[in-house]
């Protein structure tokens, strides 16, 4: 699989991060990728360096969002912005390194809460 950076990606969450008022989100510490050739039915991913990392390593938590190219281009600009908004909030709000899993004592990440976040900032 090959990888490279997304800074059109990037630009887009930075966006995004302001428009939904995620202040919880230290926007430095998000990095976008796209992905080639990955075999996987994703759209796209999060993932985290945890606080293990911080720990041990000294390193702030990050965040990486890769966009599956394959799928992730053909989507219209909606839905990109859908997904984009999906992977955001897998980020807690301590903004730990850790994701949230789509079902949680006190959240919960489906269409439902993107629709609803989305319609609140277009």
Known sequence: MKYSKAPEIKLIIDDLIDKLKFSYI???N??????????????????????????????????????NAKRFDKL?????????????LHIPKTFSGA????????????????EKLFNSIF
Do not use: Q
């Open 26 to 28: 230290n926007k430095e």
């Open 30 to 67: 998000i990095h976008c990728i796209r992905s080639y050739d990955a075999k996987t039915r994703a759209i796209a991913r999060i993932w985290g360096i945890p606080k293990l990392f911080k720990d041990v390593l000294g390193m702030e938590p990050h965040y990486i969002i890769e966009v």
């Open 76 to 88: 219209s600009e909606k839905e990109k912005l859908k997904t984009l908004i999906h992977e955001l």
């Open 99 to 114: 994701l949230l899993s789509h079902k949680g004592r006190y959240h919960r990440i489906n269409n439902r809460v993107v």
